[in-house]
């Protein structure tokens, strides 16, 4: 069973048990809806400003919601000693990170596009005509944080104060995904052409590429023991 | 008889304290191996060693010339610790096959199925475990721990809490795995149901191996003996 197979599996498992349980999805879609509603007061919605920090304020909202769904992620393996049987498996530990990551993946998307319509509507924002580019975008900038979630959702899974611990950890560490994806989100919102921002196109694709490589590289070391 | 398992002078620190204090120990293909020893004796560090989950400071371990943490290694083993090791918001089918295609088995839709009929879950394949009896979280977790006939098999205090059906089934499955010739490592402190399965014994006690060998029918006849003989603590009372 080669890793991707090996990642689709576990990203399977944690789809199914989060479709029956919805503790992450639940939690961080409402979380996120109730952010955009306070920040639609505060700001004046339906004025052209929104186009220049609408990007800020859903990445802001996004890191904050994914931090819900990284928690959970190995957290799920706690009970029944499950993640020991799955070290024990021949799935390899960059197969389980990697696998997290996918299913991270999957959940943040979900908010964002609950995240994406709540702020059409009360912002006043039509995104729908510029999909194209803000689903690269996204997907982009989702896989960089994702992966950085399920790795150090590893790495805190044991502590007693992980729900602090790891956005604590994973937020500094955002920073460089986060500027390019509020960048280019704003740069779409405003109706922009996209290909003038290539250089935080590459940032993106560049962070992506580096932190699934360590993921894939360090995943023994940051589970076994 | 080819070697299975060895471990050579190995030791293990949680900080500053020895958890094994360099433990010798080899394991022949086939055989059966009892790790007695009170609690905290070092049974379980010695086992997630062999499993793979953790790591140790000194010496040297090998299952079939591999190391644990090598996948072929981790994929001719099974392991079942303390926590039962399967999830509570899945069904027992999808349990299984989840990990029937993690260990990389043929055919996991039969597979799946002959397991849930050999451990006496069909009837409630669907259900989700979390509505499942203590003794049939167990029966999952043995056909969990044998599903992909592993050619090592690494248990921690397996008959530990389990039920009357759930002990029969175990000794079943370690008699037919010993058949086709699996190698078998159990950690425990009930001594009569450990002898019953062992062909070989190990002592541990404060981490260190007091005692390596055959089983024998002294040991049958008097469980005690072993901790009388080579331990600083006598028998258990």
Redesign the interface.
């Known amino acids: 069973?080669n890793l991707f197979a090996?990642a689709l599996?576990?990203a399977r498992?944690d789809l199914?048990?989060e479709l029956?349980?919805k503790e992450s999805l639940n939690a961080a879609g409402s979380f996120a809806i109730v952010i955009l509603l306070i920040f639609s007061f505060a700001f004046e919605s339906f004025s052209d400003e929104m186009n220049e920090f609408g990007g800020g304020l859903l990445w802001l909202v996004f890191a904050f919601a994914g931090a819900l769904v990284f928690n959970r992620g190995f957290a799920r393996e706690l009970?029944?000693?499950?993640l020991?049987?799955?070290?024990?498996?021949?799935?390899?530990a960059a197969g389980l990170i990697i696998g997290k990551a996918f299913a991270n993946f999957a959940m943040l998307l979900v908010v964002e596009l609950v995240s994406l319509i709540v702020f059409g509507i009360f912002y006043g924002i039509d995104w729908l005509s510029k999909g194209a580019w803000l689903s690269v975008v996204f997907a982009l900038a989702t896989w960089g944080v994702s992966i950085l979630g399920a790795v150090f959702g590893a790495l805190t899974v044991n502590l007693r104060l992980r729900e602090l611990m790891l956005p604590v950890i994973i937020y500094p560490l955002m920073i460089p995904l986060l500027i390019a994806a509020i960048e280019l989100t704003n740069t779409v919102l405003n109706q922009h052409s996209v290909s003038g921002q290539m250089e935080w196109i590459r940032v993106l694709v560049a962070s992506d590429i580096v932190f699934t490589t360590l993921a894939w590289m360090l995943a023994?070391a940051i589970l076994?023991? | 008889m080819t070697q299975a398992i060895a471990l050579d002078q190995v030791w293990k620190f949680y900080g500053d304290y020895a958890a094994l204090r360099d433990c010798t120990l080899s394991v022949q293909e086939g055989s059966c191996c009892a790790l007695l020893g009170r609690n905290g004796a070092g049974k379980t560090t010695l086992l997630r060693i062999l499993a793979g989950l953790t790591t140790f400071q000194g010496g040297a371990v090998s299952m079939f010339g591999e190391k644990p943490r090598a996948e072929k290694a981790r994929r001719q083993s099974g392991f079942l610790g303390h926590g039962i090791g399967i999830y509570e918001d899945l069904s027992a089918a999808e349990n299984l096959h989840f990990f029937a295609r993690i260990t990389g088995s043929a055919d996991i839709r039969s597979l799946t199925t002959t397991w849930l009929e050999r451990v006496g879950l069909t009837r409630v394949a669907s259900m989700p475990v979390r509505q499942f009896s203590r003794g049939m979280r167990q029966r999952l977790a043995l056909a969990r721990t044998f599903i992909h006939s592993p050619k090592i098999l690494l248990l921690d205090e397996p008959f530990t809490s389990l039920d009357d059906r759930a002990i029969a089934m175990l000794s079943e499955l370690l008699v037919e795995a010993r058949q086709r010739g699996a190698t078998i490592v159990l950690s425990t402190h009930q001594l009569r149901e450990a002898l019953a399965v062992a062909s070989h014994v190990a002592l541990v006690e404060n981490g260190r191996l007091r005692y390596t060998g055959e089983r024998t029918q002294e040991m049958l006849d008097d469980p005690s003996l072993l901790y009388r003989l080579h331990t600083d603590l006598g028998a258990p009372q």
């Open positions: 069973m090996q599996a576990v498992k199914a048990i029956r349980t009970p029944n000693e499950c020991d049987t799955l070290l024990a498996s021949p799935l390899s023994d076994v023991n």
